[in-house]
């Protein structure tokens, strides 16, 4: 199993491009979500999605959309990038029984810098 | 607010003693607790979790314990190895999401 990937590993943007982070799992998971991590700030939600089909926002979404076409896949859109939006990102993917998320496996990540 | 707060951002131990990490959280409607570990460069990987029924959870070297009445857990590592040096997050799941920590930077020394 390739667990979740994620691609680019790296990308620098201009301030109002667009660009899609792909995420992928191979492990049958329900439940999928993105993350940014900033220095002091930790892991901030963005998205999330419990199923094929639903997604929500989470506690940072300004800025970013998702969808969720396929339980593997769940790429997130920067509809036009600003500095603000320099990150690590992770998406991360976890098995769900009814609304209980259990453990999150994460991809490697995805180093955006936003000039 | 910052419902998850780890306020240590690093620690610093000799190898064979103990590193004890600490985490407060805010919301009592938290049910399940989880401590990831992360390398530079790579994602977070999850160490271990407890339930909010239970107040102690062992694996191994590493064992969680939660105070429920003072809404605060800690993650103990006996002993501590130097490959134990890496970033130490604290999770807390609620409803559909989980509740991350700004982590604590544990340094082992040989």
């Known amino acids: 199993n390739a667990g979740v990937t994620q691609t680019p590993k790296f990308q620098v943007l201009k301030t109002g491009q667009s660009m899609t982070l792909q995420c992928a799992q191979d492990?049958?998971?329900?439940?999928m979500s993105w993350y940014r991590q900033d220095p002091g700030m930790g892991l901030r939600l963005i998205h999330y999605?419990?199923?094929?089909?639903?997604?929500d926002q989470g506690e940072v979404p300004n800025g970013y959309n998702v969808s969720r076409s396929t339980t593997e896949d769940f790429p997130l859109r920067l509809l036009s990038a600003a500095p603000s939006q320099t990150s690590v990102y992770f998406c991360?993917?976890?098995?769900?029984?009814?609304?209980?998320?259990?453990?999150?496996?994460f991809g490697p990540g995805t180093r955006l810098t936003v000039l | 607010d910052q419902q998850v707060k780890q306020n240590s951002p690093s620690l610093s131990v000799q190898e064979g003693r103990i590193s004890i990490l600490n985490c407060d959280y805010t919301n009592s409607m938290f049910d399940y607790f989880l401590w990831y570990k992360k390398y530079p460069a790579e994602g977070p990987t999850f160490l271990i979790s407890?339930?909010?029924?239970?107040d102690k959870n062992e694996d191994g070297r590493f064992t969680v314990f939660l105070n429920k009445s003072a809404k605060h857990l800690s993650l103990h590592i006996v002993p501590s190895q130097p490959g134990d040096s890496a970033v130490y997050f604290c999770a807390a799941r609620g409803y559909q999401k989980v509740t991350f920590g700004t982590g604590t930077k544990l340094q082992v020394i040989p």
């Open positions: 407890i339930s909010s029924i239970k």
């Open positions: 492990m049958n998971h329900e439940y």
């Open positions: 999605s419990v199923g094929a089909g639903i997604t």
């Open positions: 991360a993917s976890s098995y769900s029984a009814g609304l209980a998320i259990n453990e999150q496996f």
